[in-house]
């Protein structure tokens, strides 16, 4: 899913034509660099077994938690979850102090 892009880049990713070969243009998203400094050697550890379990290196790993925690879908409202369960009994039948 490809993040927003600033205002300030939004003409250079429209193409563009160009007289002379009549051809179109697309700007190539960048990605951005990011370097996490001072990192516990014991969470450095367990990305790399997440990464390993996963099938994948590291910084694929890495970027990939970022995705999730930053990305996620907005979280459901507990009185919401709570209203779509499905009827399975009376509160009796889940009353284990009277059995």
């Known amino acids: 899913m490809p993040l927003p892009v600033p205002a300030a880049k939004v003409k250079s990713l429209t193409p563009s034509y160009n007289a002379i070969n009549d051809c179109i243009v697309r700007a190539v998203e960048m990605a951005t660099n990011l ?8 969470i450095a550890l367990a990305l790399k077994q997440c990464a390993a379990a996963h099938g994948r290196s590291a910084e694929a790993e890495h970027r990939e938690i970022l995705r999730e925690a930053l990305l996620q879908h907005k979280r459901r409202p507990l009185a919401d979850v709570l209203a779509n369960m499905p009827n399975v009994g009376e509160d009796a039948d889940f009353d284990c102090r009277n059995a």
Request: aromatic fraction near 0%; avoid cysteine.
């Open 35 to 42: 370097i996490v400094r001072n990192v516990d050697e014991e």
